[in-house]
Nanobody, 115 residues
Framework: QVQLVESGGGLVQAGGSLRLSCAAS????????MAWYHQAPGKQRELVAS???????YYTDSVKGRFTISRDNAKNTVYLQMNSLKPEDTAVYYC?????????WGKGTLVTVSS
């Protein structure tokens, strides 16, 4: 069993920045990949960014150039640096992880971007 705990959400004005953190209860070195998803009100959960064990990152088109995913293996933590935030980025952000083919999720952290 793996626990994921997100933090760093909050209210920010458009154009501002936030850094989300996801702390894992197990070494992220043995995870296949770690990822951030978001779910806006009334919409499905969508992949925002992911990073694999080799450090290769993927971003959905809407956040390219604005968001950066990174990992600190020593702290078992994955980060999502979000810059130039837009109102349409408003959502609950979830951390997800794949450990040995099993998917784990955090409870999410709310990001609200005001115009």
């Amino acid at each position: 069993q793996v626990q994921l705990v997100e933090s760093g959400g909050g209210l920010v004005q458009a154009g501002g920045s936030l850094r989300l953190s996801c702390a894992a209860s197990r070494s992220i070195l043995v995870s296949n990949h770690m990822a951030w998803y978001h779910q806006a009100p009334g919409k499905q959960r969508e992949l925002v960014a992911s990073i694999n064990s080799g450090g290769l990152a993927y971003y959905t088109d809407s956040v390219k150039g604005r968001f950066t995913i990174s990992r600190d293996n020593a702290k078992n933590t994955v980060y999502l640096q979000m810059n130039s935030l837009k109102p349409e980025d408003t959502a609950v952000y979830y951390c997800g992880a794949d450990y040995f083919g099993m998917d784990y999720w955090g409870k999410g952290t709310l990001v609200t971007v005001s115009s």
